[in-house]
């Protein structure tokens, strides 16, 4: 079967639906080209994947960038992380948030997510929402916190490349979408791929770590998935539940292979609603 695809990896069968090669295509073309918008963004990226970097040299680069350094100043001190008003120098910010925190916000300003389309509103509400609950069940399931919080924070990443790739048809879609869902299905008829699989190819386009990328493939996958993707899922659907009470929610049990019920899902939801809505204001002020 014929396929079209760039450097993302993003690809759609020769039996796509008219327009999806086309839409897919841009995609391609726009990962390779966003570094281009952001270049303070993208060397931050490729740093915080170098081996040899440290958080003094990845401090000096944000300073380069002041909106980008401005929103992990302000991340470092809040009271999620515990050191309100004690973090003034960049390099000590970046150790307090981590690595990938710092890479998913430099991913995020590369996308253009400091000024969100009208058609993704709510999107930071949601992710952030997505990555304090990744990161709540992080321990219970075996994995690191922070990159739980990083790939939380990018799974809607994939919105916001739809959106500028396809500007007319894919907001009518989240508009015409009762939940999460019927967008995905949406999406699926449509591109043959789901937001989160396009986001997990933007993650292995600019280098991320394979496992966090690998990850984020598998959460909307049905069946067993990695406890990172497992984390992910069960931010996504607490964020939903958040986010939409009517919507008919997806039993925990079911998501997490068992690891997590429906009970323990909705009583962190108070808590973690009101963690991300503090951080939701430090990201976008």
Not at 105 to 125: H, I, K, Q, T, Y
């Amino acid at each position: 079967m014929s396929t079209a695809s760039g450097a993302s990896g993003v690809t759609a069968t020769s039996t796509s639906p008219p327009g999806a090669v086309e839409v897919l295509g841009r995609i391609s073309a726009a990962l390779d080209d966003l570094p281009a918008h952001r270049p303070v963004a993208a060397r931050v990226v490729a740093e915080a994947d170098d081996q040899a970097s440290d958080a003094a040299s990845l401090g000096r680069t944000l300073g380069f960038d002041p909106a980008l350094l401005a929103k992990v100043l302000r991340l470092a001190n809040s009271a999620y992380f515990g050191l309100s008003g004690r973090v003034s120098r960049p390099a000590f910010a970046v150790t307090v948030v981590g690595f990938s925190t710092v890479r998913s916000l430099a991913v995020s300003a590369m996308a253009g997510l400091d000024d969100v389309p009208e058609a993704l509103a709510g999107f930071w509400d949601r992710s952030v929402l997505t990555a304090v609950a990744a990161a709540e069940f992080a321990p219970r399931l075996g994995c690191a916190a922070p990159e739980a919080f990083s790939v939380g924070l990018l799974a809607r990443l994939g919105q916001a490349l739809l959106v500028r790739c396809d500007p007319v048809e894919y907001p009518r879609m989240i508009a015409e979408s009762a939940d999460r869902e019927e967008l995905l299905a949406a999406e699926n008829r449509r591109y043959g791929a789901t937001h989160t699989r396009v986001s997990a190819e933007a993650l292995a386009a600019w280098a991320f770590p394979e496992d966090l990328a690998h990850a984020l493939s598998q959460v909307d996958r049905p069946g067993w998935a990695t406890p990172l993707a497992t984390c992910v899922r069960l931010g996504l659907e607490l964020s939903e539940r958040a986010t939409d009470p009517a919507r008919a929610p997806q039993p925990a049990e079911q998501l997490s292979a068992g690891h997590v019920r429906d009970a323990e899902l909705d009583a962190v939801r108070a808590g973690v609603t009101r963690t991300a809505a503090e951080l939701v204001q430090l990201l976008t002020s």
